[in-house]
């Protein structure tokens, strides 16, 4: 009787983590397959990974001070879909997770490619939910430097 409940009580300890961490794989995919679709311009993919109501922002400048701008998802990805060529390649490094339920929240350290070229890059912080379908964007905001040293 004893070794029955030590088992089940270490099945129960580790399940929790081990959920978990499949959780934060998952989130993580999702992103990442987002920037698949942005580099190989399958706006098909993309939509099928932000939720309907997504935000993007991003802090731009405006007469010299910080501005928070709003970017509406659906324009960003028809402006991937029309590019020609390869399209921006942002690579992602060090995701930090944290997932409770049907919400996650990610950070990320990124750098945004054009072919051989580093063109900017900072960190995404992205609000995902866990809707009917699986894990989706609702919201990411980014900062954007180019005082880049590649890691990738």
């Given amino acids: 009787m004893r070794m029955a409940?030590?088992?089940?009580?270490l099945a129960l300890a580790f399940a929790g983590p081990a959920r978990a961490q499949s959780e934060e794989k998952a989130v993580v995919q999702a992103i990442t397959r987002l920037f698949d679709g942005m580099r190989t311009r399958d706006t098909a993919l993309m939509r099928s990974l932000m939720a309907p109501e997504a935000r993007l922002l991003g802090?731009?400048?405006?007469?010299?001070?910080p501005k928070l701008q709003t970017i509406?998802?659906?324009l960003w990805i028809a402006s991937v879909g029309?590019?020609?060529?390869?399209?921006?390649?942002e690579k992602i490094f060090d995701p930090i997770v944290h997932v409770d339920g049907n919400i996650a929240q990610v950070w990320v350290y990124y750098e945004l490619w054009l072919g051989t070229r580093l063109s900017h890059c900072g960190y995404d912080a992205f609000f995902m939910a866990?809707?009917?379908?699986?894990w989706k964007v609702a919201q990411v905001a980014d900062t954007r430097r180019t005082d880049c040293t590649p890691r990738g």
């Fill in 72 to 74: 509406d998802p659906s």
């Fill in 82 to 89: 029309r590019g020609s060529g390869p399209g921006a390649d």
């Fill in 59 to 65: 802090i731009g400048t405006e007469s010299g001070q």
């Fill in 130 to 134: 866990k809707l009917a379908d699986g």
């Fill in 5 to 9: 409940f030590a088992t089940v009580a």
